[in-house]
């Protein structure tokens, strides 16, 4: 299913691409001529229980579109192209996010709409987990007298 349904999404991604760039004649597809449905997949693709690694969909572009093909924009780019009706952002900042994004390699795709919408917040710049330290290891605990026994099942 992970494979269909990134097919599907970068199926979509394209289409809508292609919608933007006049490629695509949208008078056929009820993909992009009803206007219910691109607000509805947007919603969908947003939600947590939805997301497909970006690995995943990363190698079926690659194996479907390709990254031979220099005309045509990276996966992140087009993911950005769709979801920027949504965030209304207006051209020159989408240009600024498509450019600092344009490579992006990351978990999944609410992953990275999250890092686009807000880039340096303090969320997504890197920090230690500071509750690391508190555990620690058990030969240290033995030897600071801490006493083990099983579990009994």
């Known amino acids: 299913m992970m494979v269909l349904d990134g097919c599907f999404i970068i199926e979509l991604f394209c ?32 939600k947590l229980e939805n997301q497909i690694p970006w690995f995943v969909l990363n190698a079926l572009f690659d194996l479907t579109v390709g990254s031979w093909n220099e005309s045509h924009p990276s996966l992140s780019n087009l993911a950005l192209s769709f979801f920027n009706r949504t965030f209304q952002r207006p051209d020159a900042e989408a240009e600024a996010v ?56």
Do not use: C
């Not at 498509?98 to 990275?112: Q, V």
């Not at 709409?113 to 030969?139: F, G, W, Y």
């Open 15 to 46: 289409k809508y691409f292609g919608k933007l760039a006049g490629h695509t004649d949208p008078r056929h597809d009820p993909l992009l001529t009803e206007p219910w449905v691109l607000p509805f997949l947007m919603r969908d693709l947003a």
């Open 98 to 153: 498509s450019m600092k994004f344009s490579d992006w390699e990351g978990e999944h795709l609410l992953n990275f709409l999250r890092l686009t919408i807000n880039p340096d917040s303090p969320e997504t710049k890197q920090r230690p987990n500071e509750h690391l330290d508190l555990i620690q290891p058990a030969t240290k605990l033995h030897r600071a007298g801490i006493k083990f026994k099983a579990d009994p099942l």
